[in-house]
């Protein structure tokens, strides 16, 4: 038996839309902050009477279930049944990134209870196959996922670009939906390969926003990172947009929390955002800052989180 | 001295970008219906003692007189002074469309007050000059406007699909925000064109969305309309989404009514939005849903005008 706990990570630089779908391979690199306070906490214990998954106190079934086994699969195909407890201490699947840390933590305890030696990379390079934004949970600070261009993946993985004490940012999460997301990320992102007019320009503008939120993250420059950021963001959201059918996970909170933040901005207070496939806002600014982006949020919602730069897995038998 | 009363127009399928700045030629195609009720009326007189230009009773300077006169003067370079005088019956600036029939009704008085002789397509091609959209306002029903080929835009005009009585629609225009709005079309369009990685796409994928939108006019389609039109106002915005900075005109109310929009055609409603440069929404649909679209809007902003499908220019002396 081992057990991983594992923090979240949001895309700074996002992630939308696979080269590969089998092997979860990214068209674009993305880049990360992994999150502080957010964390999921998995057992995996091999040789049980059967498999069994239990997630947030309850048995999965269906397809949640049969993602986490199919993942302990492709780590040990010839596996003994196993049970696997999971747990959030934060809402699961409303674009809080709870899949990141979720696969994260489910390879590296499975990795630990099978006592298979392994690099973070390659760790990565599992937690990958489970849920892209999973690679680059395995570090805390800030991470790159490598696009890459080998067609087996194997130059697909995370790289740690900063440990956490580099520097102290804060993230302002507001939260204006809790519950599950309309169309799912894997849903959402086959629909825009297959739609979208605007989705080959996404594939082929990605890197000048990697490349300035890398420097700004290693010069600890906020509005480079933060123009960059909002820049991927919007990029990404407009392929989202053009799908067909549409796909719009933009509330009218979360249009009233990005006027907040230009708003914010004009004031002073060097404050940028971001959003996934769901309907909340994460903003990323200093930590002398986000009690006064806390404030202006929580105009707008009920539910506010400010969180950290989050550490590494820990990883216990 | 000449009147002209034109009808604004909205686009279904949208423009945005010039392949010509000068001559106002658009990058793409687009068209259009004329709305009823709404209009500009303007009077144009030759051999005034000086150039004098009143705009909604008020005598208009700076960059508001000159593109007027400017205006006259592209149509008679060695014109005698003018006095124009003209007003609308509805929000100036807000992406209701004022430019549309207000540059189209300055063309049509002048050409009455001058005498010259010209073909609908000659007045469309001058009011093109003056604003982009005012190539469609010199007729009622339905317009096509044509992208054309030619450098000297002799081919970019509007062309006459449908006449007003051939189909009964109705247009819902839920009034967001009345003031001018924050970006002008024409800064816009620039920022879009010169800094979006989205424009390529925008331009060589609007072909689809016009002759679409043309058919399901011709056959009185609503829904092939309306997904023409959706698809059309999406691209649009995700061009500005992803200019720098983000040209981002939605507000909070925008996206409550697109979503209101969404819950009236899962609940059987045949509706569908556009919007323009400024947050107003516009919904489309047939005369009979129009009370219950018009009540739908009304729990989210105050203002809300149904209108119909205008009529020709009326042209007087």
């Given at each position: 038996m081992a057990t991983a706990t594992v923090h979240p990570n949001i895309a700074l630089v996002k992630y939308w839309g696979k080269r590969d779908r089998d092997l979860n391979l990214p068209s674009t690199g993305s880049l990360s902050m992994t999150l502080s306070d957010f964390a999921t906490t998995t057992s995996v214990v091999f040789g049980a009477a059967q498999d069994e998954v239990m997630i947030n106190g309850e048995l999965a079934t269906g397809l949640p279930a049969s993602r986490v086994l199919k993942h302990l699969d492709l780590i040990q195909p010839d596996r003994a049944p196993a049970r696997v407890v999971s747990t959030n201490n934060f809402p699961t699947?409303?674009?809080?990134?709870s899949s990141s840390s979720g696969f994260a933590a489910l390879t590296l305890a499975a990795l630990k209870a099978l006592n298979i030696d392994h690099t973070p990379a390659q760790a990565s390079i599992l937690a990958r196959q489970g849920s892209?934004?999973?690679?680059?949970?395995?570090?805390?600070?800030f991470v790159e996922w490598r696009r890459g261009v080998k067609k087996d993946g194997t130059d697909s993985h995370g790289l740690h670009?900063?440990?956490?004490?580099h520097w102290k940012l804060n993230m302002v999460i507001a939260?204006?939906?809790?519950?599950?997301?309309?169309?799912g990320s894997t849903e959402g992102m086959l629909r825009t390969m297959a739609t979208s007019p605007m989705y080959s320009a996404w594939v082929s503008s990605w890197q000048k926003d990697l490349d300035g939120a890398r420097q700004g993250i290693l010069d600890q420059d906020l509005e480079m990172v933060g123009r960059a950021m909002e820049a991927s963001t919007l990029k990404m959201f407009a392929t989202m947009f053009t799908s067909s059918p549409p796909i719009r996970y933009w509330r009218p909170a979360s249009v009233a929390i990005q006027d907040e933040v230009s708003k914010l901005r004009k004031a002073g207070i060097n404050c940028w955002w971001t959003m996934d496939a769901g309907p909340n806002v994460k903003v990323l600014c200093e930590p002398e800052d986000a009690p006064a982006v806390a404030d202006a949020l929580q105009h707008h919602v009920e539910d506010v989180h400010t969180l950290g730069v989050g550490g590494h897995p820990v990883v216990e038998e």
């Open positions: 699947a409303a674009g809080l990134a892209g934004s999973a690679s680059r949970s395995i570090w805390g600070g670009i900063a440990p956490p004490d939260v204006v939906d809790q519950g599950q997301k309309s169309v």
